[in-house]
């Protein structure tokens, strides 16, 4: 079993959470790049659930303990959402 048996392709999945966690951009302009930009742009269907799996695991993220850094934007203090995972933005 594989992992993109139940995601999308790797290239598609990490440009979408690049764009959705570090560049903080909303899932309509998320759409738009990938539509116009990109020949092998992930569909708004996929680019929607992909946001939704981030969001509803969101609780995922304070039950381990604090890890490193490695990006300018880091999980921990920069990027605070709602833990109840019905939320929806």
């Not at 708004?44 to 969101?58: A, G, M, P, Q, S």
Request: charged residues 30%; contains cysteine.
């Amino acid at each position: 079993q594989l992992d993109e048996d139940s995601l999308p392709p790797y290239d598609q999945l990490d440009r979408v959470i690049h764009m959705y966690i570090e560049e903080r951009m909303s899932p309509d302009l998320i759409i738009q790049n990938e539509q116009t930009l990109c020949k092998d742009g992930a569909s708004e269907t996929v680019i929607r659930r992909i946001i939704r799996l981030i969001d509803i695991n969101e609780y995922k993220r304070r039950q381990s303990p604090p890890g490193p850094k490695i990006t300018g934007l880091a999980f921990g203090k920069d990027r605070r959402l709602p833990i109840a995972s019905g939320w929806q933005k």
